[in-house]
């Protein structure tokens, strides 16, 4: 079967940094897909990695290793308004879209 | 640009009834999909469309139906709906179906069956 893993839930403090583990075991791969997802709100594009190595964007960065199925989002200088869930999504070989059920994030002051 | 709208934003149904749930995209994306999302789950895909005229079945498609007669609308039906049907629409798109474009979603249509 195909299989996305990630905590449940972290708790993580304002200020601070946090990285949410995401492991994969998928029939193929083509891309790994991070998304945030406020509560109540729908998901929204967060980053895309294909190749192994770390993607920075801002605050927030992803890292990919193939060989590990296995990916991690890193959330610097956390703000209040980071709490959110986080999905990880992977793409097959039959090019679908495999979701986890998301870390929920929960920052405190 | 609006993106993707849905309605209704929420909606409590009896146990039989049928609904439809509206989506509709302006930005002219080939390829729109139907999720549902509930609690401790990941999204699970219902229906897809490749482009218009086309409809693909999901990974959990029993008792929905969709169309999609044009580009922009891509409706879901519940025939005869369950409370097992509880759960939280969402309504995507990309530009392309069987690639690696980014998805796109709508803001959900919270459905209550009682």
């Known amino acids: 079967g195909q299989n996305i893993d990630q905590p449940t839930e972290m708790t993580a403090t304002e200020g601070a940094i946090v990285q949410i583990n995401c492991t994969y075991q998928?029939?193929?791969?083509?891309?790994l897909f991070w998304y945030q997802q406020h509560a109540g709100e729908a998901p929204t594009f967060l980053s895309y990695n294909v190749l192994d190595g770390l993607e920075e964007k801002g605050r927030f960065s992803s890292f990919l290793s193939r060989s590990k199925g296995y990916s991690y989002l890193l959330l610097k200088e956390l703000q209040m308004k980071d709490s959110a869930s986080y999905l990880c999504?992977?793409?097959?070989?039959?090019?679908?879209?495999?979701w986890g059920a998301g870390t929920k994030l929960i920052i405190k002051p | 640009t609006a993106g993707i709208t849905q309605a209704p934003t929420s909606q409590i149904l009896a146990a039989g009834r049928s609904m439809t749930l509206r989506c509709t995209q302006d930005?002219?994306?080939?390829?729109m999909y139907w999720y549902r999302q509930d609690l401790g789950l990941g999204l699970r895909l219902i229906h897809y469309s490749n482009t218009a005229g086309t409809t693909g079945k999901g990974e959990v498609p029993d008792g929905y139906s969709v169309s999609r007669a044009n580009t922009d609308d891509f409706p879901l039906t519940l025939a005869s709906a369950v409370p097992s049907q509880t759960s939280v629409y969402f309504c995507?798109?990309?530009?392309?179906?069987?690639?690696?474009?980014?998805?796109?979603f709508g803001p959900g249509t919270r459905l209550t069956v009682l």
């Open positions: 995507a798109s990309s530009g392309s179906q069987g690639s690696t474009d980014t998805q796109y």
């Open positions: 999504a992977v793409i097959n070989s039959n090019y679908q879209l495999i």
């Open positions: 998928t029939s193929g791969f083509n891309g």
């Open positions: 930005m002219r994306h080939n390829a």
